[in-house]
């Protein structure tokens, strides 16, 4: 059900304000473009600036939007497990597919912690939960081993893997199960992530190039590697741009060249500097998008 080419949606704001209607717009944009599904209100959705409100508005808004065409993993992530639990409840209300769960941050949980949160996470709800494993930005890395342990639980399904690691995919695959889905946070990295059993990826860079990421996944997902290397040679300038600064200004920026959104960000982050704006430009253009 959750595999090949996944936006982590942005959030569109306008005078600081959510922007429903223009999101509205990029789902059928992004469905009409062959994205497999949509990951609204993650890191890339701005999601800790956003409201419990908003939050909710902006599941409920992507869910009704994508009418069961594609599915909906809705970010559910939280350093704090009751709300987390809200936020997953909430998703189910609206009809999300699965929640998307990350590692708490911050709080530095131990392994032990991690399985207590995610199985409360789990018993709230009758969601699939994808965790989001992204030390980088969490600090806390949660092991092959414990994610295994996790796995035991009906509802834990997969994991989105930002580590970078790509020998956590065969190591995932040992202690989780060959059917467990592995999912790539990382854009540069998805296509070594897919030949080492992943199935998809949850994607900035699909946000702006959402049919060559598309078919991109669809390359790997056939093992056709050599066309899938052509479609890496064409993005991979883009994803160094998009992440030169927080990927989804860049992205931001990246959608406002193309007509689909504006630039705006909520503090603390801001726009693009000069010379990064360049450099995707430079890099959308190598990508044959403008």
Known sequence: MFKGSIPALVTPFTNGELDLETLKKLVEWHT?????????????????TLTHEEHDAVVDTVVRAAAGRVPVIAGAGSNNTLESMR??????????????????????????????????????CNLPIIIYNIPGRSIVDM????????????????????TGDLSRVPQQRITCGTDFVQLSGEDATALGFNAHGGVGCISVTANVAP???AEF???????????????????????????????????????SKLGLC???VRLPLVGLSDGVKAQVDAAMSHASLV
Do not use: W
């Open 143 to 162: 092991s092959p081993q414990t994610m295994g342990e996790l796995a035991k639980l009906p509802r834990i399904t997969g994991v989105k893997d930002a």
């Open 217 to 255: 996944q669809a390359a790997t997902l056939a093992g056709d590697y050599a066309l899938a290397l052509e479609y890496q040679d064409k993005l991979m300038p883009l994803h160094m741009a998009i992440f030169a600064e927080p990927g989804l200004v860049g992205a931001k920026y990246a959608m």
């Open 211 to 213: 049919k060559l990421c």
């Open 262 to 264: 504006n630039e705006e």
């Open 87 to 124: 936020l997953a409840q909430a998703a189910e209300k609206s009809g999300a597919d699965a929640a998307l769960v990350v590692t708490p941050y911050y709080n530095k949980p131990t392994q032990r912690g991690l399985v207590a949160h995610f199985t409360a996470i789990h018993d709230c």
């Open 32 to 48: 009409g473009e062959g994205s497999n599904g949509f990951v609204p209100v993650g890191t890339t959705g701005e999601s800790p």
